[in-house]
Nanobody, 121 residues
Framework: QVQLVESGGGLVQPGGSLRLSCAAS????????MNWYRQAPGKQREWVAG???????NYADFVKGRFTVSRDNAKNTVYLQMNSLKPEDTAVYYC???????????????WGQGTQVTVSS
């Protein structure tokens, strides 16, 4: 079993910043891609940003230049630095990871429970 636990969400004013963290724990041999998704009320979940085990990063167009994804492989943790936040960034943010576990041949995909980000004055 693997657990992903997000933290760092909260209420912030427009133009402000937040840093989300997602720590993976459990029977982890190696983590491949780690991604952030978000889901706003009444909308489908959408991909925000991701990083590979080698450190490559990709971003959705709507966050490019404002958000930065990074990871600490030693800590099995991925971060999302969010700057210049807008009200439309309000959503529950979810961590997602492809994990190779001990005693398993194929990687499995795991989700965190989500953390609420609210951007409002």
């Amino acid at each position: 079993q693997v657990q992903l636990v997000e933290s760092g969400g909260g209420l912030v004013q427009p133009g402000g910043s937040l840093r989300l963290s997602c720590a993976a724990s459990g029977s982890i041999f190696r983590i491949n891609a780690m991604n952030w998704y978000r889901q706003a009320p009444g909308k489908q979940r959408e991909w925000v940003a991701g990083t590979t085990s080698g450190g490559s990063t990709n971003y959705a167009d709507f966050v490019k230049g404002r958000f930065t994804v990074s990871r600490d492989n030693a800590k099995n943790t991925v971060y999302l630095q969010m700057n210049s936040l807008k009200p439309e960034d309000t959503a529950v943010y979810y961590c997602n990871a492809d994990v190779h576990e001990y005693a398993r041949v194929s990687p499995r995909n795991w989700w965190g429970q989500g953390t609420q980000v609210t951007v409002s004055s």
